[in-house]
C-alpha cells in the first residue's frame, strides 16, 4: 500500500458544544476520489477547514502526507463553490491559472522553465482557449467553474479539495466540471475530496463515499454506504434510498435539496 | 486674471522639491489604488484620510512634525478599519463612525492653532508650500517603504483580493497581507495629505487606479496606466498651478477626473 495523501485519525470536531463528528478515521490514497455527502450542518464544510487548519480539532489529528496540517498548503488545490467574484476586479479568465500557478508566491518571480507548457497544457484541458482573454466578470457559471478546476490542478498539488463546486450549475455543465476534475486530479495521481449534497453527478468517479450524519459517520464504497439499511441505521429514523436508471436519491433526510446554503462560510 | 506663466523660470526651482515629492506620490498612489478598487475600499480611505488629518492637525497644533502626526493618525485609522472592518459592510459602517470623529477633532485642534492660517487649511485641502528638505527625505523614505512592500506582496494580495478562500487554501496568509495592505493605505494617505489635503486624497488614491480599470483588464497594464495618469494628474497639477495664484488641488483633482471621464469614453467606444 502507497503512502496515504491524507490521514485523518481519531477526529473529533465540536462547535458550540455540538458536536459534528467523533472518532473519525479516513486514510485517502493517491488516485482516490471520495464524496463528503451529509445533511446541511453534518459538519462536509468543516471537515475541509479542518485539513486546511482552519478550525481546530477538538481531538485527534490530520496528517497531509505525513505532516500535520498547518494553515493552508501548497500541496492542496481547492475548487470552492460557484459564485461571482464579489470583487469588481480586473483579470482575466487567463490569471486565475497563473494565479493558481503562482498566486501564492511572493516577490518577483520568475516562471519555472515548464510553467508556460503547463499553462497551455491546463488551458487545452479545460477548453479555455477561447475564454481565456475574457474578464472573469463576464464569464458563465460553468465556465468559470472551469477554470477553477485549472487553477486548482495546475500546480499539481497531492489533494484536490472541493467544496459543493457543482452548486448554481445546470446538468450538462455538472457533468463536465466533474468530468474534468476527475481526469485531470488522476492524470498527477491527486487525491480528491469532493463535498457535495447531490452525488449523482460524481457518481460514476467516485471511489468512496464518507456520509456524515447526526454526529456520526459512515465510510465505504456507494453500494455499502447509499443503502436504506445504512443510512437509516446512521440517522436513527426510516430513511429510504431510491435507485432508479443510475441516478440516486434519498428521500426522508431532511436534506433540502433545492435551498442548499453552507452557513459555515456565509 | 488665473494666469501668469511671464516668470515661470525663475519660480520653476521653487517647487523642485514638490515636484519630486508629486512624482514619488503618483507612483505611491497609483499602485496602492491597484488594490483599493480591487478590494473596494475606496469609502475607507476617505475614513483613514479624516484620521490622519487629525493627527497632522494635533501636530500642528503641539509645534511638531506634521508628517510624522498625520502618519500616526492615518496608521490607528487603517488599523482599526482593517482589524474590525474584515468585511466591507462593517468596513463601511466603522469608517463611517471613524471619519467625523477624525475630522472634529482636526477641527477642534486647528481652531486652538494660532499660526499662520494656510497651513490650517493646507492641510485640509492641499498646499503647494515648498517641501523643505527634511520633509523631502521624509515623504521619499515612506514611498520606498511602501513600493517595495507591495511589489513583494502584489501577487499573493491579489490573490487574496480575489478568492480568500482558495488564496488561503493555498497557504497564502490572507489576514496578515489584509493587515500589511492596511498599513501600506494608512502610509499613502498620510503622504498625499500633504499634498492635496484630506479631503480631495481620493483623487490620487483612487481616481487614477478607477480610471485605469475602464480601458483594460490586463493585471500589468493596469498598474501601469494607472501610474501613468497619477503621474499626469500631480505634476501637471503642480505645473499649472505654479503659474497662477490657485493652489494646486484644484488642478489635481480637474487633471484626475478629465482623464476618468476620457477613459469611460474610451471604454464606451470600445463596447460599442
Known amino acids: 500500500m502507497t503512502k496515504p495523501v491524507l490521514s485523518v485519525v481519531d477526529a473529533k470536531l465540536e462547535v458550540d458544544g455540538r458536536v459534528l463528528w467523533e472518532g473519525l478515521n479516513l486514510e485517502v490514497q493517491p488516485n482516490e476520489f471520495i464524496a463528503v455527502l451529509g445533511a446541511n450542518g453534518s459538519g462536509k464544510t468543516s471537515l475541509l477547514k479542518a485539513i486546511l487548519g482552519q478550525m481546530p480539532l477538538s481531538a485527534g489529528e490530520i496528517r497531509l502526507i505525513?505532516?500535520?496540517?498547518?494553515?493552508?498548503?501548497?500541496?492542496?488545490?481547492?475548487?470552492?463553490?460557484?459564485?461571482?467574484?464579489?470583487?469588481?476586479?480586473?483579470?482575466?479568465?487567463?490569471?486565475?491559472?497563473?494565479?493558481?500557478?503562482?498566486?501564492d508566491r511572493f516577490g518577483f518571480w520568475f516562471p519555472k522553465p515548464g510553467a508556460k507548457k503547463q499553462f497551455e497544457h491546463i488551458l487545452d484541458a479545460i477548453d479555455g482557449r477561447r475564454l481565456q482573454n475574457r474578464p472573469i466578470s463576464e464569464l458563465s457559471g460553468g465556465e468559470l467553474q472551469r477554470f477553477r478546476v485549472g487553477q486548482a490542478v495546475?500546480?499539481?498539488?497531492?489533494?484536490?479539495?472541493?467544496?459543493?463546486?457543482?452548486?448554481?450549475?445546470?446538468y450538462s455543465q455538472q457533468a463536465a466540471v466533474a468530468e474534468l476534475l476527475s481526469r485531470e486530479s488522476r492524470e498527477h495521481g491527486a487525491a480528491v475530496l469532493f463535498v457535495t449534497?447531490?452525488?449523482?453527478?460524481?457518481?460514476?468517479?467516485?471511489?468512496?463515499?464518507?456520509?456524515?450524519?447526526?454526529?456520526?459517520?459512515?465510510?465505504?464504497?456507494?453500494?455499502?454506504?447509499?443503502?436504506?439499511?445504512?443510512?437509516?441505521?446512521?440517522?436513527?429514523?426510516?430513511?429510504?434510498?431510491?435507485?432508479?436508471?443510475?441516478?440516486?436519491?434519498?428521500?426522508?433526510?431532511?436534506?433540502?435539496?433545492?435551498?442548499?446554503?453552507?452557513?459555515?462560510?456565509? | 486674471m488665473i494666469f501668469d506663466f511671464s516668470n515661470y523660470e525663475q519660480l520653476l526651482p521653487l517647487v523642485t522639491n514638490s515636484l519630486i515629492v508629486g512624482v514619488a506620490l503618483a507612483i505611491v498612489g497609483g499602485l496602492v489604488g491597484v488594490f483599493v478598487i480591487n478590494r473596494d475600499m475606496s469609502f475607507a480611505v476617505h475614513g483613514i484620510s479624516e484620521l490622519s488629518f487629525a493627527g497632522a492637525s494635533v501636530t500642528l497644533l503641539l509645534g511638531g512634525n506634521v508628517v510624522f502626526g498625520s502618519v500616526i493618525g492615518s496608521l490607528i485609522a487603517a488599523l482599526v478599519i482593517g482589524v474590525l472592518g474584515s468585511r466591507a459592510r462593517e468596513r463601511n459602517s466603522i469608517t463611517a463612525v471613524l471619519m467625523?470623529?477624525?475630522?472634529?477633532?482636526?477641527?477642534?485642534?486647528?481652531?486652538?492653532?494660532?499660526?499662520?492660517?494656510?497651513?490650517?487649511?493646507?492641510?485640509?485641502?492641499?498646499?503647494?508650500?515648498?517641501v523643505d528638505d527634511p520633509q523631502l527625505i521624509g515623504i521619499l523614505s515612506i514611498s520606498a517603504?511602501?513600493?517595495?512592500?507591495?511589489?513583494?506582496?502584489?501577487?499573493?494580495?491579489?490573490?487574496?483580493?480575489?478568492?480568500?478562500?482558495?488564496?488561503?487554501?493555498?497557504?497564502?496568509?490572507?489576514?496578515?497581507l489584509s493587515v500589511i495592505f492596511m498599513v501600506l493605505l494608512g502610509l499613502a494617505v498620510a503622504e498625499s495629505i500633504q499634498v492635496v489635503g484630506a479631503l480631495l486624497v481620493l483623487s490620487l488614491l483612487v481616481t487614477p487606479a478607477a480610471s485605469a480599470v475602464r480601458v483594460s483588464r490586463s493585471p500589468f497594464v493596469i498598474p501601469l496606466l494607472s501610474v501613468g495618469f497619477a503621474l499626469v494628474a500631480v505634476v501637471g497639477g503642480i505645473l499649472l498651478a505654479l503659474g497662477s495664484s490657485l493652489p494646486i488641488s484644484p488642478y489635481v483633482t480637474t487633471i484626475s477626473f478629465a482623464i476618468y471621464l476620457v477613459c469611460r469614453g474610451v471604454e464606451w467606444v470600445k463596447n460599442r
Request: negative net charge; glycine residues 10%; proline residues 5%.
Open chain 2, 145 to 176: 517603504i511602501v513600493v517595495a512592500v507591495l511589489l513583494f506582496i502584489w501577487r499573493p494580495l491579489t490573490f487574496a483580493s480575489l478568492d480568500a478562500e482558495v488564496a488561503s487554501a493555498r497557504g497564502v496568509p490572507v489576514r496578515s
Open chain 1, 197 to 266: 449534497h447531490d452525488v449523482n453527478p460524481v457518481l460514476s468517479m467516485v471511489d468512496r463515499v464518507l456520509y456524515l450524519a447526526g454526529g456520526s459517520f459512515r465510510i465505504g464504497t456507494p453500494d455499502e454506504v447509499l443503502t436504506s439499511e445504512t443510512l437509516s441505521e446512521l440517522y436513527g429514523t426510516a430513511i429510504d434510498v431510491v435507485r432508479n436508471q443510475g441516478r440516486i436519491v434519498v428521500l426522508g433526510a431532511h436534506d433540502d435539496h433545492a435551498h442548499h446554503h453552507d452557513e459555515e462560510w456565509a
Open chain 1, 154 to 170: 495546475i500546480d499539481e498539488p497531492d489533494l484536490i479539495l472541493a467544496d459543493e463546486p457543482l452548486s448554481a450549475l445546470d
Open chain 1, 66 to 103: 505525513g505532516k500535520k496540517v498547518s494553515r493552508g498548503s501548497r500541496k492542496i488545490g481547492y475548487v470552492p463553490q460557484h459564485r461571482q467574484p464579489e470583487t469588481t476586479m480586473p483579470l482575466r479568465a487567463k490569471d486565475l491559472l497563473w494565479l493558481g500557478l503562482n498566486g
Open chain 2, 100 to 130: 467625523p470623529f477624525g475630522l472634529g477633532l482636526g477641527i477642534l485642534a486647528l481652531s486652538l492653532y494660532q499660526g499662520r492660517a494656510s497651513n490650517k487649511f493646507g492641510l485640509l485641502t492641499g498646499q503647494i508650500v515648498a
